[in-house]
């Protein structure tokens, strides 16, 4: 089943104003089962008997394909050169192959101590709606959990709000409203 694919990212909205920001506190992380342990709707064995592989660092990343995947949902695609360092800049990070072919991403930046934001959750349209996205983001965030990681923020689009409030993110909890300072700069 496909939602959603979405032209643009959040950077690239129209109108970033509208989108709202999320986010995940240890709290809601512990309710939900994700913890340092981490409680998956897929395992590990589940997710290897279907082909699909994890990946948590750079090694062998094909920055080509990864630029594909992005396209692919609608994400503008970047210059290899940056995009390996934002990569490089990454403290955690998530991603699946199928057969060799990056699938599936999500990243999070932060100070790798206390907060932490998530970026770039995608899962190649031919693999949407079978609990990919799900996986990776459970993953992520159990990764980041056990950092010691209690504050976790990401941008959502509209559409994608029901994805992540089952993983314990909330739209501006007790009011708090996200402010962003966008600047149009090429990719
Ligand atoms: C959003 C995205 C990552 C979801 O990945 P996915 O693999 O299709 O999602 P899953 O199959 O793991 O879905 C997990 C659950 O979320 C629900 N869900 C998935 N997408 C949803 C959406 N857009 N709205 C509401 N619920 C959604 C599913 O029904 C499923 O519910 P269940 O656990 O009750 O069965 C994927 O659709 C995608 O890559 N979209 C394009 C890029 C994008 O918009 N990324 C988000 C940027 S903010």
Known sequence: ME???????????????????CFAQAAQLEALGITETGKFSMSDDDLSSRG?????????????????????VGFPRRQNEKLLRALEHTG??????????????????????????????????????????????????????RKGIT???????????????PLGFVVDPDGIRAMSLSRRRRA
């Open 151 to 165: 504050n976790i923020v990401l941008y959502a689009e509209p559409n994608v709000l029901g994805f992540y409030k």
């Open 3 to 21: 939602f959603h694919r979405r032209p643009r990212s959040f950077a690239g909205s129209k109108n970033p104003r509208k989108s709202p920001c």
């Open 52 to 72: 699909f592989q994890l990946h948590r660092s750079l090694d062998n990343i094909n920055l080509d394909d990864l630029n594909a995947l992005f396209v692919k």
């Open 92 to 145: 955690t990070m998530l991603w699946v192959t199928k057969a060799g072919s990056v699938i599936a991403f999500a990243r999070a930046t932060g100070d790798d101590v206390f907060n932490a934001i998530i970026w770039d959750v995608v899962v190649d349209p031919a693999f949407q709606g079978i609990g990919l996205g799900k996986a990776v983001m459970e993953r992520l965030m159990a990764d980041l959990t």
